[in-house]
């Protein structure tokens, strides 16, 4: 059974920093795009950063470019997406997704997802 694990989220002010990790089981974590995608209030899932295991490559949406960082444990199949610099408007419920690609670019939509975690509300408060 594959079983995405997320965690991390919670409320933070403006200009501080979260941490959601993901951990990943039932998969074999170097086949698999892993990253994570948000709603935001009346808005579409989007994909905010995604990660290719095998050579490191990663995507971001251009709204969290040098604010958010995506790193792996590839020991505990568990990736990181480390925010800093939070914003109002970076405030959604936040997925774990593994995609069966090493193209992380795919990221863009999430039409592609294979696999989903549970969200978790991130909220940065102004």
């Known amino acids: 059974e594959v079983q995405l694990q997320a965690s991390g989220g919670g409320l933070v002010q403006a200009g501080g920093s979260l941490r959601l990790s993901c951990a990943a089981s039932?998969?074999?974590?170097?086949?698999?795009?892993i990253g994570w995608f948000r709603q935001l209030p009346g808005k579409e899932r989007e994909g905010v950063s995604c990660?290719?295991?095998?050579?490191?490559?990663?995507y971001y949406i251009d709204s969290v470019k040098g604010r958010f960082t995506l790193s792996s444990d590839k020991a505990l199949n568990t990736v990181y997406l480390q925010m800093d610099s939070l914003k109002p408007e970076d405030t959604g419920v936040y997925y774990c997704?593994?995609?069966?690609?090493?193209?992380?670019?795919?990221?863009?939509?999430?039409?592609?997802?294979?696999?989903w975690g549970k969200g978790t509300q991130v909220t940065v408060s102004s």
């Open positions: 997704a593994a995609i069966r690609t090493d193209y992380s670019a795919v990221c863009y939509s999430p039409n592609f997802v294979d696999y």
């Open positions: 039932g998969i074999t974590f170097d086949d698999y795009v």
């Open positions: 990660l290719t295991q095998t050579d490191g490559t990663a």
